[in-house]
């Protein structure tokens, strides 16, 4: 089974900046999208941003502007640039890959403080 593995997150102040990527730990086919998605305690998880195969995006309005989707399609990675971080930006980052069903990471935390 191939894991989808997260990296980058850590505590970051209010106006920095922090990269996440999201690596699988094999081979991926039939991509059609990858993205991520956050969640804080007792709520939901909600998308962040994701990329298609074609390579349209979509952001969630708290982050367009501030953040960045890539993917690599070649090696099926994707990249969240997140800028200008605010506190409401703290939560645990999970990227995703649709292959036909859905394969999670297993999130990656992010903390926006000072």
């Known amino acids: 089974q191939v894991q989808l593995v997260e990296s980058g997150g850590g505590l970051v102040q209010p106006g920095g900046s922090l990269t996440l990527s999201c690596t699988p730990s094999?081979?991926?086919?039939?991509?059609?999208?990858m993205g991520w998605y956050r969640q804080t305690l007792g709520n939901q998880r909600n998308l962040v941003a994701f990329?298609?195969?074609?390579?349209?995006?979509k952001y969630a309005d708290s982050v367009k502007g501030r953040f960045t989707i890539s993917r690599d399609k070649i090696k099926n990675t994707v990249q969240l640039q997140m800028n200008n971080l605010k506190p409401e930006d703290t939560a645990v980052y999970y990227c995703?890959?649709?292959?036909?069903?859905?394969?999670w990471g297993q999130g990656t935390q992010v903390t926006v403080s000072s």
């Open positions: 995703y890959a649709d292959t036909g069903g859905r394969r």
């Open positions: 990329i298609r195969s074609n390579g349209t995006t």
């Open positions: 094999g081979t991926l086919y039939n991509v059609y999208a």
